[in-house]
């Protein structure tokens, strides 16, 4: 019972920028990690960012210097801002919400926005 809200998607020409946005809700009381993947037809869905309750950043190479990840824990959201955008940004953007449970051993469970399509133009 967790829903994911993505935002902030859309067409934007080289150079320029987007931020999106993910909203997560329902049991999230334990999230662990939240971030961005993207895929492209025939591309195995890719990390682009992540970042830890506690902090803690992580960034595809291909991003590194032009996308920053950022949370706003008190909202349960997720922030990408994404600059200096190349064509090859162009792909559908999936939020990531990990969700620790806790049974016999702890677990995470990851959990999927719908998708917001990136397009780059040149």
């Known amino acids: 019972q967790v829903q994911l809200v993505e935002s902030g998607g859309g067409l934007v020409q080289a150079r320029g920028s987007l931020r999106l946005s993910c909203a997560a809700s329902?049991?999230?009381?334990?999230?662990?990690?939240m971030g961005w993947y993207r895929q492209t037809p025939g591309k195995q869905r890719e990390l682009v960012a992540s970042?830890?309750?506690?902090?803690?950043?992580t960034y595809a190479d291909s991003v590194k210097g032009r996308f920053t990840i950022s949370a706003d824990n008190s909202k349960n959201t997720v922030h990408l801002q994404m600059d200096s955008l190349k064509p090859e940004d162009t792909a559908v953007y999936y939020c990531?919400?990990?969700?620790?449970?806790?049974?016999?051993?702890?677990?995470?469970?990851?959990?999927w926005g719908e998708g917001t399509l990136v397009t780059v133009s040149s």
């Open positions: 970042i830890t309750s506690a902090g803690t950043t």
């Open positions: 990531n919400v990990r969700v620790r449970r806790f049974g016999f051993l702890p677990y995470d469970i990851n959990y």
């Open positions: 329902g049991s999230i009381s334990n999230i662990n990690v």
